[in-house]
T-cell receptor
Framework: KAGVTQTPRYLIKTRGQQVTLSCSPI?????VSWYQQTPGQGLQFLFE?????QRNKGNFPGRFSGRQFSNSRSEMNVSTLELGDSALYLC???WGGGDTEAFFGQGTRLTVV | DAKTTQPTSMDCAEGRAANLPCNHS???????VYWYRQIHSQGPQCIIH???NNETNEMASLIITEDRKSSTLILPHATLRDTAVYYC?????????????FGSGTRLQVQP
């Protein structure tokens, strides 16, 4: 079956702009989590959605937001981009019940100039 | 979730076994040990996980000590494609906690 799909793969934006990233989870998975990876901070949890509701949130400013649709697809939005938002943004999906492994997409590489 | 400690980097000769240690001395009874691997610029991939018994699959073996305070990931015959960062993660079981806490991981370099 198809894996986790993230679009776009690469993105260049200017400071102050906003950006929306998309994640399509594995079919049947209801949980989608987002992570930010930078060389300095490593992999950090942003938020998790389950059945269209945000279930967990990491320690990121309000400029980072997300949502999940009824088909489990998720989007994350970053407003008023800063240079420090340049990172690899990873989406992970899991079916959401019990203790199951998370399946990651290839990520979206965001560069803010 | 319990904190984990891993060596920053390790080298291994191609064809040899790679043994990657992880310390999780504060692990609690309902926490699983997960190993994820991240090949350069790709998303992490779960290799193996376990609760208390040793586990083996087609990719690796996981040895968990009896007191569960440490574990070892074993790649029995390392190849160049195993060069990656390996993350040991301890995570509570059950619903409601989906966040994975990634540490710095171990950068494994497989040498030809």
């Amino acid at each position: 079956k198809a894996g986790v799909t993230q679009t776009p793969r690469y993105l260049i934006k200017t400071r102050g702009q906003q950006v929306t990233l998309s994640c399509s989870p594995i079919s049947g998975h209801r949980s989608v989590s987002w992570y930010q990876q930078t060389p300095g901070q490593g992999l950090q949890f942003l938020f998790e959605y389950f059945s269209e509701t945000q279930r967990n949130k990491g320690n990121f400013p309000g400029r980072f937001s997300g949502r999940q649709f009824s088909n489990s697809r998720s989007e994350m939005n970053v407003s008023t981009l800063e240079l420090g938002d340049s990172a690899l943004y990873l989406c992970a999906s899991s079916w959401g019940g019990g203790d199951t492994e998370a399946f990651f997409g290839q990520g979206t590489r965001l560069t803010v100039v | 979730d319990a904190k984990t400690t891993q060596p920053t980097s390790m080298d291994c000769a191609e064809g040899r076994a790679a043994n990657l240690p992880c310390n999780h001395s504060t692990i609690s009874g309902n926490e699983y040990v997960y190993w994820y691997r991240q090949i350069h610029s790709q998303g992490p991939q779960c290799i193996i996980h376990g609760l208390k018994n040793n586990e083996t699959n087609e990719m690796a073996s996981l040895i968990i000590t009896e007191d569960r305070k440490s574990s070892t990931l074993i790649l029995p015959h390392a190849t160049l494609r195993d060069t990656a960062v390996y993350y040991c993660i301890v995570r509570v079981a059950g619903t409601g906690r989906r966040a994975l806490t990634f540490g710095s991981g171990t950068r494994l370099q497989v040498q030809p």
